[in-house]
């Protein structure tokens, strides 16, 4: 895996010199671009990368990843990537299931401590529970009763009757996790080394804080900071860095961006396999979901999107943003939550109302 500082080899493509140029042109585009997005969005540590094609075109560190601003930051500074753990989950789970070691089609609810965790969520007053939303969308409870299937979970579709409808749910989403460390013999964490973090060669990057074999990833990690005021931050304490089926990756631009070529490449995944975790299902009002098997997806001007968001209030925010089909990606991680904009993740998939997104969209992956 080769990767190109800003530059373009001539290795990296057939095309023209001129061809060449543009798009080494759209790559200092964004770069300066992504420089003023982390000053506007005031992050101490931000890191960028773009793939394209198998290879990684663009990796770039900015600000500092230390709480005195003496050590830089690089393109290997890590971060808790959050939620975007969860397409990680997809693919174990997905692998697991192919390879018999579970069933998707099981029921999550036999999981020991389902009922009372359930009573608390639907009594704790807060959306995930069942709630009205400020527009008037009503949020059904989820059905403690059950059953409800593992595949369910992992689509985000147990509000209400199961299976019907999509709303995001990542504290049910985050048992996946104990379900299967209940009825297998194994923890989570060897599961998910098995089939996604050892296939995709990631060496440094970390199951959770406890991975025994990735210290490095701490000892890159960016410290979290949270805003104070209109213009200042101060440090923040450090969310909950264990590993469950919702978060706990802990990773740098560059370790994403290497799974990102490996799930591309076939190597965590077989193809069709991989095409399954991206399909959506179809919801009771006959239209598919904004979200698959770990992965939202939509369409953005005839091109395929698949992506997730990570999201610690006061501390990180990330995205992996993958056009497929293109040959692209971008991934970004950051140690305040500033890079995270008001978009509907409930509910939808609008991945162009992110800036930071939707300026990588329009210069590498809308047609010329």
């Not at 500074?77 to 089609?105: C, E, H, N, R």
């Not at 007053?125 to 989820?142: N, R």
């Not at 490996?262 to 965590?268: F, I, K, S, T």
């Amino acid at each position: 895996m080769r990767v190109l500082h800003g530059v373009v080899s001539a290795a990296l493509t057939c095309a023209s010199v001129a061809q060449a140029d543009t798009l080494d042109a759209r790559l200092e585009e964004f770069s300066a671009y992504a420089k003023e997005f982390r000053r506007d969005n005031r992050m101490p540590s931000f890191s960028v990368a773009i793939v394209k094609d198998g290879e990684i075109i663009l990796a770039d560190g900015m600000g500092w990843q230390d709480h005195d601003a003496e050590e830089e930051t690089t393109p290997e500074t890590s971060y808790l990537a959050a939620s975007i753990t969860k397409t990680f989950t997809a693919a174990t789970l997905l692998a697991m299931d192919a390879a018999g070691d579970i069933d998707l089609d099981a029921d999550f609810t036999t999981l020991s401590d389902w009922d009372e965790r359930c009573a608390q969520l639907v009594g704790a007053g807060i959306i995930f529970g069942g709630a009205t939303m400020d527009d008037g969308y009503v949020v059904e409870a989820p059905k403690c009763e059950g059953p409800i299937s593992l595949r369910h979970v992992l689509q985000n579709r147990v509000q209400g009757e199961p299976g019907t409808s999509f709303f995001y749910n990542p504290i049910v989403f985050g048992r996946l996790s104990n379900w299967v460390e209940e009825n297998t013999d194994r923890s989570w964490r060897d599961w998910m080394n098995e089939y996604v973090m050892d296939p995709a060669g990631l060496d440094k990057a970390a199951a959770g804080w406890r991975d025994p074999r990735k210290s490095v990833a701490l000892t890159n990690l960016a410290p979290p900071f949270k805003h104070v005021g209109d213009d200042d931050v101060d440090p923040s304490p450090l969310p909950n860095p264990e590993l469950n089926a919702s978060s706990g990756i802990i990773a740098s631009v560059l370790d994403l961006a290497q799974y990102s070529i490996a799930l591309d490449e076939g190597h965590v995944l077989a193809p069709a396999l991989r095409e399954e975790m991206w399909t959506p299902p179809i919801n009771a009002d006959g239209k598919p979901s904004p979200y698959a098997y770990g992965w939202y997806v939509q369409e953005w001007k005839g091109h395929r999107l698949v992506w997730h968001g990570g999201w610690w209030p006061d501390a990180y925010a990330g995205l992996l943003l993958k056009a497929p089909d293109d040959g692209l990606a971008l991934i970004a991680l950051g140690n305040t939550d500033g890079m995270r904009r008001e978009i509907d993740t409930l509910r939808k998939a609008q991945i162009e109302g992110s800036p930071l997104a939707a300026e990588f969209l329009e210069l590498f992956v809308a047609d010329d």
